[in-house]
């Protein structure tokens, strides 16, 4: 398993919460029953740091969710149908949604069934770095563009 896939996810899940609930990571670390620093909270979100159980479990009480239920997610993304951290998305199904927040990922898409050999498959396979770059570029959560690209590719 590669555990630092799993951490950054778990991060990402994390971050996605708080950001949902429109708090900063000043306004969650005040719902922390103890104090931890910004960075280290920073760290957390962003996956570079191991956060402990009992860690999860505040920082989940204090978002109002149940650490098995963000658990859950993450399992989820991170084992899903398709190998740990990894997605296989159909370009032709990018490259025809109208979906407003993927028009970076629709011109990729369309470029890159363009310069595909006549007849190629169009699916591509995405590791969790290359759907976190594309999530940046969509100015979406990662958890959101995963949900968004597997809705889209089934």
Known sequence: MDTAAYQRVLGDEIRSLRKQRGWTRKELNKRLQTEISLQTLATYELGTRQCSVVRLVEICHA????????????????????????????????AA????????????AMGRLHALPPGASAEVHLDLPALENMAQLCQLPTVELIRTLRALSH
């Open 63 to 94: 978002l109002d969710i149940p650490a098995h239920e963000v658990l859950a997610r993450v399992h989820e993304r991170f084992f899903g149908d398709t190998p740990a951290g990894h997605l296989t998305l159909n370009l032709t199904a990018v």
């Open 97 to 108: 949604s109208d979906h407003p927040r993927l028009v970076p990922l629709k011109r990729w």
